[in-house]
């Protein structure tokens, strides 16, 4: 299986936490594509609340790549505390 960041988080979640429905998922074939389909809305997801995030937080007025790289790390940390509860809901 192969999945994106997401997916991943999606997979250890439901091991850790849910384990008997995973097994299920896995039995009637069905885990790939109910991990795929809850990733491909939580990356909808991600693009409303990166713009939103964004829009509060503005991008500093430089041209330094390590403060514009510390900005983008804290806008996706803020995004992927956003997400968390989509992340972590049962499938």
Not at 23 to 33: I, R
Not at 46 to 63: C, F, G, L, M, R
Not at 65 to 78: E, N
Request: hydrophobic letters at 35%; glycine letters at 4%; aromatic letters at 8%.
């Amino acid at each position: 299986m192969i999945f994106g960041k997401y997916g991943e988080m999606i997979l250890t979640n439901m091991e850790n936490n849910y384990p008997y429905r995973k097994k299920e998922l896995e039995l009637t074939g069905e885990l790939e594509v109910k991990i795929f389909e809850r990733e491909k809305y939580i990356l909808e997801l991600k693009e409303q609340v990166e713009k939103q995030i964004k829009e509060k937080y503005k991008a500093p007025d430089t041209h330094e790549i390590s403060i514009l790289a510390k900005y983008q790390q804290m806008i996706d940390g803020l995004v992927d505390e956003a997400l968390m509860k989509d992340i972590l809901q049962k499938i």
